[in-house]
């Protein structure tokens, strides 16, 4: 069983994997409709948003539970503001997300399941997140994880524990479910079933109004979507680049400093000799002695070995150093003072006697300073250019920590300064087909955590380069004054209009469909000019392979409706109405093999199993009881969105 809780964890990626994790309930649950069981008035005190069962869930814990939620949320969308994620019922999930939490616990608190606290920590261990350079379990990676996320050690025990309380109630309810084979069977039927009929779109631009509208009007269209006018937060960013250019002649090594190193490595520029040789190692000086007779009266070393029932065995590159502290120092004189092509001495080490063919000798004369000069004035010049860098980054970084600001340095190192238009999270320029610099992509992250005027520095590419910035500007998500996007406010209420022209007119569609008329006769008798009806012939089969790509909302409706009916659907973006209508379903048998069947069953399974934890999840809901405090909701809602 936690093997499974561990495959599911590990889906995550390095960090991110620890810190998703102590998130896990909020995501699993955050598209659950937890509805409360009654009046809020057994709650007293306005820092309570709900209880459940016994427990109290305080203001601060949906508080760091929204932040949280924004945070991962903007793992794929850095620009999202925390006012368009409360728009888009963010608020609303993270608090359902933590009753489902408060309920899991108490549910299993009350029938005697636990986590205990060897389990947790078990969990902790192997969590690759948490993991240092030597691959084993690291505090202080496990501690600076919990940092970046805001989470205490006590709060991520609690989430883990959770999640290992959720695991043993969750599994055994959902694994292995299976639906009956006559179920099966009428499922894969389904896939031969064939519908006709059309769908018609009804543009919201077909019946949008073209008068100019009055500024009143504006105004309350304004106000009543303030939240579809956010202007995500923006910032400028200054920033400069140097490397070794910035040391000037500082990185050239002195005559003193090419002498010392050479002093220093002298045996590696003395001479040198290593050999290559195919030795045979023998039990006595007696067998070594007669093998080596052989040999030097024109047997082959090979054939004389495999007589033998030995194997010669090759060595190449061997030094008198590593020879002797390998075998002995009597086998590296006898190997190191024959010649090439001679066979060597008998010669003892533990293993036994050695005789060898000296097969190649390279032998290295010595250096002079004067030949190896270039070669050490390059190792000494990028030693001190690597050196020179680091330590110019750490001068500067006191010099910023001290007051300097980044124009001072830039202007003391001769530095180009640079500063961006307002750029977004994601790396985008603000309202313009453009994107910021690549070489601030590795500080944009921290950019976008930063304060105004603390400048910070970067190292690129390996350490070869390093970035120095700061955030000159700050401007804070916000919904737009209505007189800088005027045209755009018009623009949207014009689609809004439109829309709820473009509904009125579905509306009489579907009343001349109902009364006998055809699709294309319905449409013809609107005053406005509108688009042909689109003509559908598909099967659920045909349907289902358009799995990759996403089925289009109007053709998903046509394979829910009733033979015979007509129904509307809105279209996203307010770009219409669409009007739906199925005229005709028909459907073939499938013999009792069909490979269809066993695909249903497989397919169904999960499906079941879902729906049995979705239904356990309201079970503990409701034994548990869930109250909600709206007004204490309202209050954080209104402190996350800095209202007063």
């Given amino acids: 069983m936690l093997s499974f809780f561990r495959n599911f964890f590990k889906s995550k990626i390095g960090l991110a994997v620890a810190l998703a994790f102590l998130g896990l309930i909020a995501l699993a649950f955050a598209s659950a409709d937890v509805s409360s069981t009654g009046a809020f008035g057994g709650v007293a005190g306005g820092d309570r948003v709900a209880v459940v069962g ?95 996320a805001r989470i205490t050690d006590a709060q991520a025990r609690e989430d883990l524990g959770t999640g290992l309380l959720s695991q043993q109630l969750f599994v055994p309810a959902t694994f292995g479910a299976t639906v009956p084979d006559k179920l099966a069977y009428r499922y894969a039927q389904l896939f031969k079933e064939r519908r006709q009929g059309a769908i018609a779109l009804l543009p919201s631009a077909s ?81 070594a002695n007669a093998l080596r007779a052989r040999v030097e009266g024109g047997a082959s070393f090979a054939a004389v070995a495999q007589e033998a029932g ?57 250096r002079t300073l004067a030949q190896v000069r270039g070669e050490i004035a390059t190792a000494l010049r990028e030693e001190k250019r690597t050196k020179g860098l680091a330590d110019l980054a750490i001068e500067i970084e006191d010099r910023l920590s001290d007051g300097a600001t980044l124009a001072e340095v830039a202007s003391e190192l001769k530095l180009e300064l640079t500063t961006t238009r307002p750029a977004l999270a994601d790396g985008r320029i603000y309202e313009a087909q453009e994107t910021l610099p690549a070489v601030l992509a590795p500080a944009l992250q921290t950019a976008f955590q930063m304060d105004e005027q603390e400048p910070e520095i970067a190292p690129l590419q390996g350490g070869e380069t390093y970035l120095v910035y700061e955030v000159s500007r700050i401007t804070p998500a916000a919904t737009a004054p209505l007189a800088e996007i005027k045209p755009q406010v ?74 015979g009916t007509s129904k509307k659907l809105e279209a996203v973006q307010n770009i219409g109405f669409y009007v739906v209508d199925l005229e005709n379903i028909s459907m073939d048998d499938i013999a009792d093999d069909d490979p269809l069947i066993a695909q249903a069953k497989t397919q169904l399974g999960p499906v079941i199993g879902d729906e049995y934890g979705e239904q356990l999840r309201t079970a503990m809901r409701i034994e548990m009881g869930v109250e909600r405090n709206e007004d204490a909701i309202e209050a954080v809602r209104k402190q996350l969105l800095g209202e007063s």
């Fill in 310 to 366: 030995l194997r010669a065995a090759p060595v190449v590159d061997a030094s008198r150093e590593s020879l002797a502290s390998q075998a002995s120092e009597a086998v590296a004189k006898a190997y190191f003072s024959a010649a090439q092509g001679a066979i060597t001495q008998p010669a003892r080490s533990p293993l036994g006697w050695h005789i060898a063919r000296i097969d190649a000798v390279d032998a290295v004369p010595a």
């Fill in 54 to 148: 016994d427990e109290k869930i305080g203001t601060a814990d949906l508080i760091r539970s929204a932040n949280n939620a924004l945070d991962r949320v903007r793992q794929d969308d850095p620009t999202l503001s925390m006012e368009a994620f409360v728009a888009q019922d963010g608020l609303k999930q993270s608090l359902d997300a933590l009753i489902d939490r408060f309920a899991i616990r108490g549910f299993a608190k009350k029938y005697g399941i636990r986590a205990g606290d060897n389990l947790v920590n078990s969990e902790i261990r192997m969590i690759p997140g948490f993991r240092g350079p030597d691959g084993n379990f690291s505090e202080s990676v496990y501690r600076q994880a919990l940092a970046q």
């Fill in 490 to 563: 018009e623009a949207s209420w014009r689609m809004a209009e439109g829309l709820k022209r473009a509904q009125a007119a579905a509306d009489r569609v579907l009343k001349r469909l109902r009364g006998g008329a055809t699709l294309s006769a319905a449409l013809a008798a609107e005053e406005t000019r509108l688009p042909p009806p689109e003509r559908v012939d598909l099967t659920r089969q045909q349907l289902a392979a358009q799995r990759e790509r996403r089925i289009p909302p109007p053709l998903a409706l046509l394979f829910s409706m009733a033979q």
């Fill in 207 to 287: 019946f949008a109004p073209t008068g100019a509208a009055s500024d009143a009007t504006l105004k309350a269209y304004y106000d009543a979507n303030r939240g579809d006018f956010i202007r995500p937060e923006r910032r400028v960013i200054r920033f400069a680049t140097f490397d070794s250019s910035a040391l000037g002649d500082r990185i050239e090594p002195t005559d003193a400093e090419i002498a010392a190193r050479y002093e220093r490595d002298r045996a590696q520029y003395g001479a040198s000799e290593t050999r290559d040789f195919t030795q045979l190692i023998v039990p006595t000086q007696a067998a």
